[in-house]
Nanobody
Framework: QVQLEESGGGLVQTGDSLRLTCTASDQTLHRYAMGWFRQAPGQEREFVAVNGWTGSSTHYADSVKDRFTIYRDSAENAVYLQMKNLKPEDTAIYYC????????????????????WGQGTQVTVSS
């Protein structure tokens, strides 16, 4: 497992942009599949996006496709989630996740695929 820490959450308005950052304790981040999940109040945790092992592939939930971009900076041991055109339904706690998995990103859309989780960062989008 690897220790993860999220930052960058906050309160924004509909249509705004926000970038979440996830920093990892492991210096070999390229060996991990990295992703983001979110959980809104009263709802189950849901998949948002994943960047596969070595950053070779990406996969997004349909609800965020074309609005969110996941990318990593291995030199900074960090993964980012750039969010654009935010909507009130994007309001949730966002969790960074990691797994030493070589599966393509499209196979990593479930919470059980990841064994490392951050504490989460709150994103609130007002209407």
């Amino acid at each position: 497992q690897v220790q993860l820490e999220e930052s960058g959450g906050g309160l924004v308005q509909t249509g705004d942009s926000l970038r979440l950052t996830c920093t990892a304790s492991d210096q070999t981040l390229h060996r991990y599949a990295m992703g983001w999940f979110r959980q809104a109040p009263g709802q189950e945790r849901e998949f948002v996006a994943v960047n596969g092992w070595t950053g070779s592939s990406t996969h997004y939930a349909d609800s965020v496709k074309d609005r969110f971009t996941i990318y990593r900076d291995s030199a900074e041991n960090a993964v980012y989630l750039q969010m654009k055109n935010l909507k009130p339904e994007d309001t949730a706690i966002y969790y960074c996740v990691a797994a030493k998995s070589r599966l393509p990103a499209t196979f990593l859309g479930t919470a059980s695929s990841f064994d490392s989780w951050g504490q989460g960062t709150q994103v609130t989008v007002s209407s």
